[in-house]
């Protein structure tokens, strides 16, 4: 077990952040003006559709990257005011990282990448060894240290990952989809993990997520929109249901594809050129006394006028347009 080691408990600031890209002339504006207190220990999941700008935050958050505006506090340190070897250095001992993928190194077992970080910061090996195995005994990894990534099932490589993380004594940790390509079973581990350590290390927590469940296990709830953090209440203030279901989806363009393509049935409706997508709908429309050849043979003519309107969603998929899906 990991000894009493807090990390200094502060709080974190975040004052008018906005970030845009250029591309081909143009100004994409990511985030629109962020602001937002972290208090020491807090635990917040983030979630929001994809493309919404949770990832940039977080590079900005982690300082991967700068904003165009704005500024990030730790404490009464502006971060973006170091110059880049300060910024790398506070980021190795101030900052915690996790990602959807492990990022692990190949080359080198679960115990030595778990001390990459202290021996990068010039600590004692020996040192480093001892809290990295104090770790992995921590994540319920401790006899799988001498072990090399691809040893090690994904619920483990992310455990691992999350070791190596601790490793500096962060003041937060940032997990982007920590959980996204675990099952749930394994997933809700590494979440329990999040808990034990922001109660027993003062740890504060930030999570991106589109993982319903996890995110609203989290005692802090934010959506990010159009550029813009928000809480549950406030959200539903600002859009309406109908803007929910496309603009809120957590990232899944399933169930957005779903939601504009039933949104294009119903205006499409009373056009002359709205049919169904089913074969078994158009078949069923056909009177009681016809033959199910000939429903078939309706249908198929019926087809093409499907896969040529400009108000449905076009498929590459040739099984798809001998039956398409409903």
Excluded at 183 to 198: A, R, Y
């Amino acid at each position: 077990m990991i000894k009493a080691d807090k990390s200094t408990p502060v709080e974190i600031r975040v004052e008018g952040l906005k970030k845009e890209f250029f591309h081909e002339g143009r100004t994409l504006e990511v985030l629109k003006g962020i602001d937002l207190v972290l208090e020491p220990a807090a635990m917040v999941s983030i979630r929001g559709r994809s493309g919404a700008g949770k990832s940039t935050f977080m590079h900005l958050l982690a300082t991967l990257d700068k904003p165009t505006s704005g500024r990030i506090l730790f404490g009464n340190q502006d971060i973006f005011a170091l110059t880049p070897s300060q910024l790398a250095r506070f980021r190795n001992e101030h900052i915690g990282l996790m990602f959807q993928f492990h990022h692990l190194l190949s080359e080198f077992t679960a115990i030595e990448n778990v001390m990459m970080p202290a021996l990068i910061h010039r600590e004692s090996h020996a040192h480093a060894k001892a809290r990295a195995q104090e770790l992995l005994e921590r994540v319920g990894l401790a006899n799988r240290g001498s072990h090399k990534p691809g040893e090690l099932s994904g619920g483990e490589q992310q455990r691992v990952a999350l070791a190596r993380a601790l490793m500096m004594k962060p003041s937060i940790l940032l997990a982007d989809e920590p959980t996204g390509n675990l099952d749930q079973k394994t997933g809700s581990g590494i979440h329990q993990l999040f808990n034990e350590l922001n109660q027993t290390l003062g740890l504060t927590v930030v999570i991106v997520t589109h993982d319903e469940i996890l995110a609203q296990r989290m005692p802090t709830r934010l959506i990010m929109a159009d550029g813009r953090l928000l809480t549950d209440a406030q959200y539903a203030e600002l859009y309406t249901s109908e803007d929910k279901n496309v603009k809120i989806e957590h990232g899944n363009s399933a169930l957005i594809e779903q939601a504009t393509a039933y949104k294009c049935d119903e205006q499409g409706a009373s056009a002359p050129t709205a049919h169904s997508n089913s074969s078994q709908e158009i078949a069923a429309d056909a009177p009681k006394n016809t033959s199910a050849k000939a429903a078939q043979s309706h249908s198929s003519q019926e087809l093409p006028a499907v896969e040529s309107s400009p108000n449905l969603p076009q498929s590459t998929d040739s099984r798809q347009k001998e039956t398409p899906n409903a």
